[in-house]
């Protein structure tokens, strides 16, 4: 009961993100007053730069970052486990992905990011997942090793390697189904991990694709009228933070083990 109450704020928070277009009082690119007005008449929370209201930039601005978020996520738990538990089963094999990896944790996300999305221009979303892969799977893969060295070690392991099972039978039939906890708790540190990676981008204008109406742009474009109307910025600022922390608090309540 107590995992409950934790997860579901993160469950509200994901699901008013998605349903935001839905319920937003108004169009998203609608003029409703004069440039970063205070909460009133034009709006709960305010308008921006353009005159629009907060309130419903924020409602629209959540669900593509998410969605782009979530897609990464799933991508990179997937490539670490497999990386991961393959590493683990061949140790030459493991050695050789290690030393692949040494090098890419070495270079900063941020880095990484204007490297491949400033020479790559025309790569969009397509892009921003191709550094999220690069860049996010090397840690992961390795906490992945780690958690299925015990597993490989295992009797039942040994005993169909023994009798001949392929790698792929090994890696997916026998090792990876008993990293329910690490692949739970791996998915959903990855999350908040990309909703940093994809704000990041967003802020900085690289993706184009993304489009104009995100909580990270909000918080570049409308930066220049925090005084006028700080909700203009704190509004989709605390959207990410709230994001992040009740993903974060999903995941340490199941990724604890239950305990007599």
Do not use: K
């Amino acid at each position: 009961m107590t995992r409950l109450w934790v997860v579901l704020p993160a469950v509200a928070v994901v699901v008013l993100a998605v349903l935001g277009p839905v319920l937003a009082p108004r169009s998203a690119e609608a003029a409703v007053g004069i440039p970063f007005a205070r909460p009133g008449a034009s709006g709960v929370l305010g308008t921006d730069r353009l005159g629009r209201d907060v309130l419903s930039q924020v409602m629209y601005g959540g669900w593509g970052l998410l969605l782009l978020a979530a897609v990464i996520a799933v991508l990179v738990t997937a490539l670490s486990g497999v990386l991961g538990t393959v590493a683990a089963l061949r140790p030459r094999i493991g050695v050789v992905i290690e030393r692949c990896t040494d090098f890419v944790i070495l270079v900063p996300a941020v880095l990484g990011i204007l490297l491949v999305l400033t020479s790559w221009p025309d790569a969009g979303i397509y892009g921003l997942v191709v550094v999220a892969l690069l860049f996010g799977t090397p840690y992961c893969a390795r906490v992945f090793t780690a958690a299925a060295a015990g597993v490989a070690a295992s009797g039942y392991v040994e005993s169909a390697q023994a009798s001949g099972e392929t790698l792929a039978h090994l890696v997916f039939r026998e090792v990876i189904p008993n990293l329910r906890e690490v692949l739970a708790t791996q998915l959903g540190l990855r999350f908040v991990a990309s909703v940093y990676l994809v704000s990041t981008a967003s802020f900085l204008q690289l993706p184009t694709t993304l489009g104009a109406t995100n909580w990270a742009v909000m918080i570049r474009e409308n930066s220049s009228g925090t005084l006028l109307n700080p909700w203009s910025v704190l509004a989709p600022s605390l959207a990410i933070a709230t994001v992040a922390v009740c993903v974060n608090l999903a995941v340490s309540a199941f990724g604890r083990e239950d305990h007599p």
